[in-house]
C-alpha cells in the first residue's frame, strides 16, 4: 500500500482526483469493513466511486496475477454450538447424556446437509474448525462447545445450512432423550460473518485491460471463483452501490512454483506456517499492478 502510494504520488501529472488508500483491519476475522463503515469511513472521507484489492496466494508464481468476474469468493457465516447433555461417571453411562456421543453424530449428521439438501448445482461447504468437551478420561463432561465455518454462494444455500446445522442438532438432542432444558444452543455470529464478495463485470473488464497492458498478458490469468471469504466486498454497500474488484497477487518463488506444479504439490498456502512469499517481484508485481489500475480508473 505504501508503495503504490509512493508510485501514484510520484506520477500525479497521469491523474486526477482522490485516491483513498484503506488500511482495512480484522479481514480474517470478517469485521474491520463492518468496523470501518460503522465508524464513518465514507462520511469522513467521502464515498468512492470504486473500489480494488489485491490479496496475495500460493496459486501464482510471483510476477502473474488473476482476477474473477462476477461471483468471487463465497458468503462465510460463523456458528457456535454447544450440545448440551447430562454428566456424570464414564462407568455409567446410562445415568446421563452423552454430549460427547451425540456431538459426534452431529459432527456426521452435518456431512449431509450439503450432500442431501443443498442444490448440487450451488457450491457449500460446512465445517467444524473447533471442538472442546471434556477434561477427563472417565468423566461424562455436560457439554461441548463447537466452532463452525460455513460458506455459500446463494441466500438460499445459506439459509438451508443454517436451519439444517439447528434441525441436526435438535435432532441429536431429541434421539438421545435430552430434557428441553438441556436443549442445544446454536448461535450465528454475524459480526464475524461476511456476504458473498463480487467483482462487478464492467470493472472487472477494465482492470484486467490494464492489468494486460502493464503486466503482459502471459502473467495475468481468469480465475475461478472459490470457497475462501473476503470481507473487503463489504465496502462496496448493499446492493453493490460502489462496483469493486479484487484479484489475486501470485507471491511464490517461480521456480519453487514451477517444480511444485510439475510434481501435483501446491506450495503451502497463507494459513499455514510453511507460507514461503518472495519479496521481489511480489512486492513490485504489486505495486505495479495497483497503481497502473489506480490510474487508468482515475483518467476518465
Known sequence: ???????????????????????????ETLDGAKAMLAGHLYEHFGTPDFGVALHDTNLLAAGAVSLTSGPAWASATSVDVIVRGVGG??????????????????????????????????????????????????????????????????????????????????????????????APIVNV???????????????????????????????????PPVMGSEDFGVLGLDGHKIPTVIFWLGAMDPAKFAAAKAAGNPLPGAHTSR?????????????????????ALLQN
Open 189 to 223: 455470529l454475524e459480526d464475524e460473518s461476511t456476504p458473498v464478495t463480487y467483482n462487478d463485470p464492467s470493472l472487472s473488464a477494465r482492470v484486467k485491460a490494464t492489468l494486460v497492458k502493464a503486466l503482459g498478458p502471459q502473467d495475468v490469468f481468469d480465475e
Open 275 to 295: 507460507f514461503e512469499p518472495l519479496p521481489e517481484p511480489t512486492l513490485r508485481t504489486g505495486i505495479t499492478a495497483m497503481a497502473s489500475v489506480a490510474i
Open 1 to 27: 500500500m505504501i508503495g503504490t502510494g509512493r508510485a501514484l504520488a510520484a506520477l500525479r501529472s497521469q491523474w486526477h482526483g482522490t485516491v483513498m488508500l484503506v488500511g482495512q483491519p480484522s479481514e
Open 89 to 182: 461417571h464414564g462407568s455409567r453411562p446410562d445415568f446421563g447424556k452423552d454430549p460427547i456421543v451425540m456431538s459426534a453424530a452431529f459432527i456426521m449428521q452435518l456431512q449431509t446437509i450439503v450432500s442431501r439438501r443443498v442444490d448440487p448445482r450451488d457450491p457449500a461447504v460446512v465445517t467444524v474448525g473447533d471442538i472442546h468437551g471434556g477434561t477427563k478420561r472417565n468423566i461424562i463432561p455436560d457439554e461441548v462447545k463447537m466452532e463452525l465455518s460455513t460458506r455459500a454462494f446463494s441466500a438460499e444455500a445459506r439459509q438451508i445450512i443454517l436451519d439444517g446445522i439447528r434441525r441436526s442438532a435438535q435432532g441429536v438432542a431429541l434421539s438421545a432423550g435430552v430434557p428441553d432444558d438441556r
